[in-house]
C-alpha cells in the first residue's frame, strides 16, 4: 500500500486569458521532481460564464518540451495549432496534444458555449516527455466521451473512466510516450476504495468534488491534491459523501527538468533555443 506523503490545497482562482478562471495545483518550476513525470496541473472548478459575443480563451503561445492535457467536464473548448491540429471538446472529452519540439495554438470556448453561456468546468495537466522525445513531431489527439472506457466497480461503488493505461486489463485511448495511468472517478458516499497502481509510480488524486478520508483520518476536500508516496502497490482511502476524482500515476522520468514559461527542457541551453526559434517564426504560425 502507498502511504500518503501530503495533501495540498490548490491555489485561489487567477484568470488565464479571460476564459480560463483557474486554480494552480502545482508547477514544475517547485514541484517537478516530487511529481515526475507531471509537471503542472490548473484546475478551473464550476463557473458561471453569462452569454456573450466576444472570444473568451487564449490567443496564440508556443509550447516544447511536453505534452498538455485537458479534461472537459462542462463547457466546450475549441484548440488550434500550428501543426495542423485542432478540434473541439464538451462534456467527457479529453483533448491530448504533443507540443514535444514546438508549435503555436491557441484555445477559446467555442462559439456555441460563448453565446448560450452555461457552466464551465475543466483540468489542464502538462505531461512531460524524455530528452529523446523532446524534439519528435507534433500530434493532437482527440478523445470523444464515448471512446472513453466505462469501468463498473461493482457493489454500488461507483464508475472509473480509463483515458490513459489501464485498469485490471481494460485500457484507455490516449497514446502516450511513458507509462501513465489517467482515470476520472465518480464514487459513492462511505465506500472503502482500494486501487491498484505499480509499485515505484508517482500518483495523485485531485478532488473535484465532495470529501475523502486517507490514514491517520487526514481529511482532502475539492480543490486538494492527494500525493502518495511511490513505494506500494495500491492506494486507499474512504468516501464520506459522493465525489469526483482524476487520478494521475505514471512512471518517473529521472530526468533533469528546466522550464521557464510554456517550455520544459532538459538544459538552459535548450529553453534559450526554444525562445529564439519562435522568435525566428520556427514553431510555425496560426
Known sequence: M?????????????????GFPVQSVFS???MGKELDPFLLLDYASPYHFSPGNEKRGVGAHPHRGFETVTVCY?????????????????PGDVQWMTAASGLLHDEFHSKEFTNLGG?????????????????????????????????????DVGLLRVIAGDYQGIKGPAKTFTPIELWDLTLMANKQITLPIADGYTTALLVLRGEITLEEND????????????????????????????????EPIKEAIVGSGPFVMNTKTEILQAYQDVREGKMGTL
Open 74 to 90: 462542462q463547457g466546450e473548448i475549441e484548440h488550434r495549432d500550428s501543426s495542423g491540429g485542432g478540434g473541439k471538446i464538451g
Open 119 to 155: 457552466i464551465f468546468e475543466m483540468a489542464q495537466l502538462w505531461v512531460n516527455l524524455p530528452a529523446k522525445f523532446k524534439n519528435a513531431k507534433p500530434n493532437y489527439q482527440t478523445i470523444t466521451a464515448e471512446k472513453i472506457p466505462n469501468v463498473d466497480l461493482g457493489e
Open 2 to 18: 502507498k502511504k500518503l506523503n501530503r495533501i495540498l490545497q490548490s491555489s485561489e482562482k487567477h484568470w488565464v486569458g479571460n
Open 219 to 250: 481529511l482532502a476536500g475539492e480543490g486538494a491534491l492527494v500525493l502518495f508516496e511511490r513505494a506500494g502497490n495500491s492506494i486507499s482511502f474512504t468516501t464520506n459523501s459522493e465525489i469526483k476524482l482524476l487520478l494521475m500515476s505514471g
Open 28 to 30: 514544475y518550476d517547485s
